[in-house]
C-alpha cells in the first residue's frame, strides 16, 4: 500500500484532479494519503472535497489523513513513497501582488510570472528555500521517495532539487500533453471543446509527435498524421492564421487566439508547448512600451494571471458551499501524469512521459546543469529521461535565453549572493528589452524589501 504526501494540499482542485487520479488506478486505491498544508481552512476543505471523492468513486478505500503546521511535516512525510508538490509560498497576498505592482512601477508589465521574467525569479527565490527544508526532512523521513514537483517556477525548482539535495525528483507540466491539440484546435483541425471533453485525443486521431526542450518552450520537432510528416502543411496554415488575425482579433484582451505560438513557429520553425500568454514574457520581441501595439496585435492580456487568482477564489467559493450542501464530487482520470508515474513504479509497469529532468546528455547543444523537458520511461527503476540528440539551433538559442535565468536564479537560491539575482534579472530577456542596468537593480532591491521575511537573508 503506497504512502502519498500532498504538500500543499490547500491547492484544493488541483489536489483533487492528482489524487481522484489515484483513486482511478487499482494500484493505488488503497493508498494512505497524507494532505499537507500551513492554511487549516484550506486543509480541511480539501480534506472534505478528498473524503466525498474517496467514497464516491473509491468506495473508501483510500486511508486520508491531514497533518497541519511545519511541526507536523516529518509526520505528514514519514515513511512517504511519492511527495507530490504543489506549494504556492505567499500565495496571491501578498506574493503575487508583489510580483506584478513592484516592476509595474519601473514600467515593466507581466502576464503570468510565474516561469521566467522578474516575477518568475521572485517566485523561485521565496520557494527554493521552502522547498530545501522537503528535501532535508525527505531525507530523514522517507529517504527512497520520488518527489513531483507540479510547482512553478518548473525548471528552477526542479533544478534546485536535483542539483541542491539527494532527493529524486522530477518536475511535471500540462503542457506537453495537450501541445498537439492546442496546434490543431487553433488551425481549425480539432475542436478541442467537443472532442478533448470526450476524450478523443490528437493520438486517437493518428497524429504522433516528438518534443523536446524545456519547460514551458520545449519544441514540436515532428508531427506525423498516418506517418506522414504534415509539418509543411502545419506551418503554411499557421502563417496564413498571423496574417489574417494579427491587428483584427475581435476580442485581443482574452488570450484565445494563440498568435504569439503560431508566430513563434513562423519565425523558428516550430511549434512551442506553452500557451501565448506565457510565452509572451520569456523573449523580448511582445511586450514593449516602445511599440504598445504589439499588445492588441497579438492578443497579449497584461496582468492576465492576477485577474485569474480572484477569479478563482470567487468560484471556490461557491464550489465548495455546494460540495458541502449536496456531497457530489465525482472525477475521471485525468491526463497528468503523476497517477501513471505512481502506478509504473509501483507494479514495474512501463509508462512514458514528459517529464524535467537535469541534462545528462539528453539534449546535446543545451547545458548538462540545466533541466530540460524530455521524454522518459518510467518503470520500478524510476523516472529515466530519454536521447534526444541536438536541437535545431535556432530552438537551442532560444532556450538558452531561459536557461540563463534559470541557472543564476538557481546559483542565488543556493549561495544567497545577491549579486545573482541581480544578474538573472539582467538577463532576463523581457526585463533586459524595457529596463536599463541601474533600474534592473533598483527594482530588484525593492522586490527583495517587499518580500521580507518571505526570502532569507542575501548578502
Known sequence: MPKITFMGAGSTIFAKNVLGDCMCREALKDSEIAL????????????????????????????????????????????????????????????????????????LRQTIADTLGIGGIFRALRTIPVMLDFAHDMEQV?????????????????????????????????????????????????????????????????YRAKIAGINHMAWLLELTKDGKDIYPEIRKKGLALVKKQRGHLEHPEKCGANLIRLEMMNRF?????????????????????TYPELIREYGIPLDEYPRRCINQIKNWKQQYKDICKNGKVEHKLSREYGSGIMEAITTNKPYQIGGNVL???????????????????????????????????????MNMT???????????????????????????????????????????????????KMLPKYK
Not at 68 to 89: C, E, M, T, W, Y
Not at 168 to 175: D, E, M, R, W
Not at 269 to 289: C, D, Q, R
Not at 413 to 442: C, G, S
Open 36 to 107: 499537507y498544508d500551513i492554511d487549516a481552512d484550506r486543509l480541511k476543505e480539501s480534506k472534505t472535497v478528498l473524503d466525498c471523492l474517496n467514497k464516491n468513486i473509491n468506495a473508501n478505500r483510500a486511508k486520508i489523513k491531514t497533518y497541519l503546521g511545519v511541526a507536523n511535516r516529518k509526520k505528514a512525510l514519514k515513511d512517504a513513497n511519492f511527495v507530490v508538490n504543489a506549494i504556492q509560498v505567499g500565495g496571491y497576498e501578498p506574493s503575487t501582488v508583489i510580483d506584478f505592482e513592484i516592476p509595474k512601477k519601473y514600467g
Open 142 to 206: 522517507c529517504p527512497n521517495a520520488w518527489l513531483l514537483n507540479y510547482t512553478n517556477p518548473m525548471a528552477m525548482l526542479t533544478g534546485a532539487m536535483l542539483r541542491g539535495t539527494g532527493v529524486k525528483t522530477v518536475g511535471l507540466c500540462h503542457s506537453v500533453q495537450v501541445c498537439v491539440e492546442s496546434l490543431l484546435s487553433s488551425l481549425g483541425m480539432y475542436d478541442y471543446k467537443t472532442q478533448y471533453n470526450k476524450g478523443i485525443t490528437a493520438n486517437d486521431l493518428g
Open 269 to 289: 520553425g516550430y511549434y512551442v508547448t506553452e500557451s501565448s500568454e506565457h510565452n509572451a514574457e520569456y523573449a523580448a520581441f511582445w511586450i514593449k512600451s
Open 359 to 397: 541534462n545528462r546528455g539528453f539534449i546535446e547543444n543545451l547545458p548538462s546543469d540545466a533541466v530540460v523537458e524530455v521524454p522518459c520511461l518510467v518503470d520500478s527503476n524510476g523516472v529515466q529521461g530519454t536521447y534526444v540528440g541536438r536541437l535545431p539551433v535556432q530552438c537551442a538559442a
Open 402 to 452: 531561459n536557461i540563463n535565468v534559470q541557472l543564476l536564479t538557481i546559483e542565488a537560491a543556493l549561495t544567497l549572493k545577491k549579486d545573482y539575482i541581480y544578474q538573472a534579472a539582467m538577463l532576463d530577456p523581457h526585463t533586459a528589452a524595457e529596463l536599463n542596468i541601474d533600474d534592473i537593480v533598483a527594482m530588484c532591491d525593492d522586490l527583495i524589501k517587499a518580500h521580507g
